[in-house]
């Protein structure tokens, strides 16, 4: 009963602090710790409260990893692949064993085997404060997968590397071997999350029903896991392979309504998972510091060594940051000089004599020259700079998983409380201290995401191949429901009619720029939050296609609709507001931005007017509703 009791006040903890923490701009990790600290000390809680770490690693840690990896492209993983592996495994490497040296001179009876599997303990980063973070402040897109592909990778080398440590602590392995074990635990996951992802894909492809297809996704992450650990090999790892493989052909075999229910079920589980450890991880303070008076070190020694762990990995996180950085920006120009060999490439390929080159061999060519031209323009485009690496590495945070593997380690091992200790301090200085201060070194460094023109026309840009998508789809003859039969003709010409409606003014929109030399900035704002102007610049957006408004008028404050700036242009994400004065600044609201736009009642139409929206005290709209010209 008590720890039901438990279960329901913890909820509702997560719930409320991530509400404030929405309110006060601060990432909800940072102040679930804090909170769970605070209640470690209150008289009703244990003193001896701890969580099994066997919870952490195989309940938690697999359905966490497996939903981040779900949402990362798997072409961006790829394309960032170098640089996640340099700083997921070497910088792991070399991270544990410099620390396993550190700690060797600081607690000399320790070993240094043992050293190392501190080391492997503190060395994964938890990206989860990073990413949120990043993402509600707009930062790059690379950054972000960056980060993320860390986060994933590094878990699993960490924890590979802990067991190898743990068993060289007895002189059972050698350096080779452990080279070998590491090699083999990776090698034989990756197979075994390939597997998974193949399989359960293609059966879950073959279930129709949304709730039941969510049912089976959430046993996905243990599909991988299990047979992984059962023979040896880093689960972790299958998991996050497991992951990368649904996200991306889920996309191709998975019905729409599938993939917002699963998205929406595993938004919630993630949720509670992601937060609900921090919480628990700051529960424990009072416990670790009980279990570390009894030991032989002293508490106070003790936190100073974490503290000196902390420095140095803040620091080694730099150095291996730096050369990664030069390294992107050398394949940035070398990017940039094959790109017209790539085109000659194309234009030999198209004067090849057709008895040579069938069709089929000609198409694979342009497959595979597309492919490298749209890697090539993603290295020239999104590249990372000094302060792009600046973000990275002041984004090495440790979490809950660092505190977790330290308590993994047996209770029979030398110094453990101490150990443990550490791992505990890292974790907390490096949460308070990085993540606390990550927005304001964002801010101060000027690092942005794309720009609201980028996004504007990166959707006019979908738009123009959903339509093409949707005539195409429409034309065929094979076009059949789920059970096989026709769809009725009226239903397929109302479709018709709306992709036609959709493709006439994503055209139009797009002639009108060009004929008045405007940009999608120009004309839609530019929004505001976009880093190129104040954020209480107000933007103007047609409340519906048909509208046919010159391209600047300022609102007047009669009435008002309101949009949020990522409504697609279009949209009839209109509602009502009371009179107000427009020319405020906007308030975000769930991360967007929200615009008010004033309008005046008239009973008759003219050109240029907002369309839809409702006078106050009208059941009935009030008809086109003009606005007036800033000119």
């Known amino acids: 009963m008590e720890f039901a009791l438990m279960l329901v006040v913890g909820v509702f903890i997560l719930v409320l602090v991530s509400v404030f923490a929405n309110r006060l701009g601060v990432a909800a ?31 938690v840690l697999p359905p966490l990893l497996y939903s981040s990896a779900v949402n990362v492209p798997l072409m961006d ?24 040296l550190i700690m060797n001179a600081l607690i000399p009876d320790l070993g240094f085997a043992l050293g190392v599997a501190l080391g492997a303990v503190v060395s994964p980063t938890d990206a989860v404060a990073a990413t949120s973070i990043a993402k509600r402040l707009g930062l790059p897109t690379r950054l972000v997968t960056l980060l993320e592909g860390e986060s994933l990778v590094n878990d699993a080398s960490a924890l590979v590397l802990l067991r190898t440590a ?14 070998g074990d590491f090699l083999y635990a990776a090698a034989l ?38 047979p992984a650990e059962e023979f040896h090999a880093s689960g972790v790892l299958a998991v996050v392979v497991a992951g990368l493989i649904t996200g991306h052909r889920g996309a191709r075999y998975f019905r729409a309504q599938d993939r917002v229910s699963e998205r929406l079920n595993w938004r919630t589980v993630q949720f509670l998972l992601e937060n609900g450890v921090f919480l628990v991880m700051g529960m424990q303070l009072n416990s670790l510091l009980g279990d570390a008076r009894a030991g032989v070190t002293g508490t106070w ?10 420095a140095t990995l803040i620091l080694l996180r730099f150095l291996f940051v730096t050369p990664m950085i030069w390294g992107l920006r050398s394949e940035e120009r070398r990017a940039a000089a094959m790109q017209p060999r790539i085109e000659s490439v194309r234009s030999k390929i198209e004067e090849v004599d057709s008895e040579r080159w069938d069709d089929a061999r000609k198409d694979r060519a342009r497959r595979l020259l597309a492919r490298r031209s749209a890697d090539i323009n993603f290295l020239t485009n999104e590249g990372l700079g000094w302060r792009g690496g600046t973000v990275i590495a002041w984004s090495g945070m440790r979490g809950v998983v660092t505190l977790a593997a330290a308590q993994s380690l047996d209770l029979n091992t030398p110094h453990r409380a101490e150990l443990v200790l550490i791992a505990f301090t890292v974790a907390f200085v490096t949460l308070m201290l990085q993540g606390g201060t990550l927005p304001w070194v964002i801010r101060k460094l000027g690092v942005s995401g794309p720009t609201a023109e980028a996004e504007q026309r990166e959707l006019q840009s979908l738009m123009a191949e959903i339509n093409q998508a949707s005539e195409a789809a429409l034309a065929s ?20 009619k709306q992709a036609a409606v959709r493709a006439e003014w994503t055209a139009k ?35 519906r296609p048909e509208t046919t408004a010159p391209r600047a008028w300022r609102p007047s404050s009669t009435c008002s609709t ?47 007017c907002c369309a839809g929206a409702r006078a106050p005290g009208r059941a009935d709209p009030a008809g086109p509703i003009p606005c007036r010209h800033a000119g």
């Open 29 to 59: 990790p940072l102040i679930l710790v804090v909170v769970g600290v605070g209640m470690s000390f209150l008289p009703w809680l244990p003193p001896d409260f701890h969580i099994d770490p066997w919870i952490i690693l195989v309940v």
């Open 77 to 100: 993983f790829r394309r960032n692949l170098r640089p996640i592996g340099w700083l997921s495994i070497v910088q792991v490497i070399v991270t544990a064993l410099l620390v396993g």
């Open 166 to 179: 743990v068993a060289a602590t007895a002189g059972a392995v050698s350096i080779w071997g452990a080279l």
């Open 189 to 226: 996951a990756i197979v075994i999350g390939v597997i998974a992802g193949y399989v359960t894909v293609w059966i879950r492809s073959k279930i129709n029903d949304p709730v039941l297809n969510t049912a089976l996704s959430f046993v996905v992450p243990f599909v991988a896991y299990i």
């Open 301 to 310: 020694w003790t936190i100073a060594i974490g503290l000196i762990i902390t």
């Open 477 to 496: 003859p094979e076009l059949r429901r789920p059970d096989g039969k026709k769809f009725s003709p009226e239903l397929l010409e109302r479709t018709r």
């Open 509 to 543: 929109v797009e002639q009108e720029d060009a004929e008045n030399g405007m940009s999608i900035s120009d004309e839609f704002g530019p929004c505001a939050g976009s880093s190129s102007m104040p954020s209480a610049t107000p933007c103007w957006m047609p409340a």
């Open 562 to 608: 309101t949009r949020t700036s990522d409504s697609p242009p279009g949209s009839r994400a209109t509602r009502l507001r009371l009179p107000h004065t427009t020319k405020r600044p906007p308030r975000q609201r769930d991360g967007r931005f929200v615009i008010g736009v004033g309008c005046r009642a008239s009973s008759r139409a003219r050109p240029g």
